[in-house]
Nanobody, 125 residues
Framework: EVQLVESGGGSVQAGGSLRLSCTASRDMYSINCMGWFRQAPGKEREGVATIYTGGGRTYYADSVKGRFTISQDNAKNTVYLQMNSLEPEDTAMYYC???WGGGYCAGLSVVSGYWGQGTQVTVSS
C-alpha cells in the first residue's frame, strides 16, 4: 500500500501560478509511476500529467501542455505539478495517484493506483 499526501492547492487569479506537491509513504524507486488527475464539478476525472519514476518520461493532457510541468524529487519521495498561466477552466479538485506493486501507467492512464485525498485549485477570472 502507498499513502499519498497532497498540498499546494488554493485560489489564484487567471494567469497566476501554483505548485502542487504529493509525498508518498514509499520510496520512489519502488513506485512505477505517479500522476495528477483532476475533477471539476459535474465532470469526469481526467488525467493531467504522469511521470514514470524510473526514467522520468512524462505525459500531459493537451489542455495543459506548455503550462504545467510534472517533476519528481526522489530524495523527498515527492512529485510536483507546477501550474503556470492558470485559466478558470483549470478549476478542479486535483488528485495525486501512484502505481505501485502491480499497478502501472499507460500514457495518462493509471491502472490499480493508490489515490490521495485531493487538493482544491480555484482559478478566478
Amino acid at each position: 500500500e502507498v499513502q499519498l499526501v497532497e498540498s499546494g492547492g488554493g485560489s489564484v487569479q487567471a494567469g497566476g501560478s501554483l505548485r502542487l506537491s504529493c509525498t508518498a509513504s514509499r520510496d520512489m524507486y519502488s513506485i512505477n509511476c505517479m500522476g495528477w488527475f483532476r475533477q471539476a464539478p459535474g465532470k469526469e476525472r481526467e488525467g493531467v500529467a504522469t511521470i514514470y519514476t524510473g526514467g522520468g518520461r512524462t505525459y500531459y493532457a493537451d489542455s495543459v501542455k506548455g503550462r504545467f510541468t510534472i517533476s519528481q524529487d526522489n530524495a523527498k519521495n515527492t512529485v510536483y505539478l507546477q501550474m503556470n498561466s492558470l485559466e478558470p477552466e483549470d478549476t478542479a479538485m486535483y488528485y495525486c495517484v501512484a502505481a505501485w506493486g502491480g499497478g502501472y501507467c499507460a500514457g495518462l492512464s493509471v491502472v490499480s493506483g493508490y489515490w490521495g485525498q485531493g487538493t482544491q485549485v480555484t482559478v478566478s477570472s
